[in-house]
Protein backbone atom coordinates (compact mmCIF):
# COMPACT_ATOMS: atom_id res chain seq x y z
CA UNK A 1 0.00 0.00 0.00
CA UNK A 2 3.02 2.28 0.34
CA UNK A 3 4.04 2.74 -3.43
CA UNK A 4 -0.06 3.50 -4.17
CA UNK A 5 0.25 6.14 -1.52
CA UNK A 6 3.38 7.64 -3.46
CA UNK A 7 2.04 7.38 -6.59
CA UNK A 8 -1.13 8.69 -5.83
CA UNK A 9 0.58 11.98 -4.09
CA UNK A 10 2.49 12.34 -7.51
CA UNK A 11 -0.53 12.51 -9.02
CA UNK A 12 -1.83 14.45 -7.14
CA UNK A 13 0.84 16.86 -7.08
CA UNK A 14 0.82 16.75 -11.19
CA UNK A 15 -2.86 17.41 -11.22
CA UNK A 16 -2.60 20.14 -8.65
CA UNK A 17 0.21 22.38 -11.28
CA UNK A 18 -2.40 21.68 -13.92
CA UNK A 19 -4.88 24.56 -15.62
CA UNK A 20 -8.61 24.31 -14.76
CA UNK A 21 -9.43 23.25 -18.59
CA UNK A 22 -6.55 20.66 -18.33
CA UNK A 23 -8.20 19.01 -15.22
CA UNK A 24 -11.62 18.76 -16.45
CA UNK A 25 -9.78 16.88 -19.23
CA UNK A 26 -8.15 14.54 -16.71
CA UNK A 27 -11.53 13.93 -15.18
CA UNK A 28 -13.18 12.76 -18.43
CA UNK A 29 -10.00 10.97 -18.73
CA UNK A 30 -10.37 9.02 -15.26
CA UNK A 31 -14.03 8.69 -15.91
CA UNK A 32 -13.79 6.74 -18.99
CA UNK A 33 -11.20 4.37 -17.32
CA UNK A 34 -13.36 3.60 -14.28
CA UNK A 35 -16.10 2.90 -16.94
CA UNK A 36 -14.03 1.17 -19.16
CA UNK A 37 -16.32 2.51 -21.97
CA UNK A 38 -13.31 3.57 -24.86
CA UNK A 39 -15.87 2.02 -27.45
CA UNK A 40 -18.12 5.40 -27.25
CA UNK A 41 -15.08 7.35 -27.88
CA UNK A 42 -13.91 5.59 -30.75
CA UNK A 43 -17.58 5.97 -31.62
CA UNK A 44 -17.54 9.85 -31.52
CA UNK A 45 -14.57 10.45 -33.20
CA UNK A 46 -15.61 8.12 -35.81
CA UNK A 47 -19.35 10.33 -36.27
CA UNK A 48 -17.22 13.14 -35.77
CA UNK A 49 -14.63 12.27 -39.01
CA UNK A 50 -17.52 11.35 -40.52
CA UNK A 51 -19.40 14.72 -40.43
CA UNK A 52 -16.55 16.71 -40.97
CA UNK A 53 -16.02 14.88 -44.75
CA UNK A 54 -19.86 15.40 -45.71
CA UNK A 55 -19.12 18.44 -46.81
CA UNK A 56 -16.11 17.27 -48.85
CA UNK A 57 -18.33 14.42 -50.33
CA UNK A 58 -21.22 16.65 -50.79
CA UNK A 59 -20.71 17.58 -54.71
CA UNK A 60 -19.88 13.35 -55.14
CA UNK A 61 -23.01 12.12 -53.04
CA UNK A 62 -25.17 14.86 -55.09
CA UNK A 63 -25.70 13.91 -58.85
CA UNK A 64 -28.88 12.69 -60.74
CA UNK A 65 -27.66 9.08 -61.17
CA UNK A 66 -27.44 8.57 -57.29
CA UNK A 67 -30.41 10.51 -57.02
CA UNK A 68 -32.60 6.96 -57.04
CA UNK A 69 -30.43 5.31 -53.73
CA UNK A 70 -31.76 8.01 -51.85
CA UNK A 71 -34.80 6.54 -52.39
CA UNK A 72 -34.32 3.38 -50.98
Known amino acids: MQANSAIEQ ?3 E ?3 RL ?3 QML ?3 EFIDSLN ?3 TENEDLDITFAFSKLSET ?3 KIWDNP ?3 EYDKL
Open 56 to 58: AFQ
Open 65 to 67: DDA
Open 25 to 27: QVE
Open 14 to 16: KIR
Open 19 to 21: FPE
Open 10 to 12: RVI
Open 35 to 37: TGN
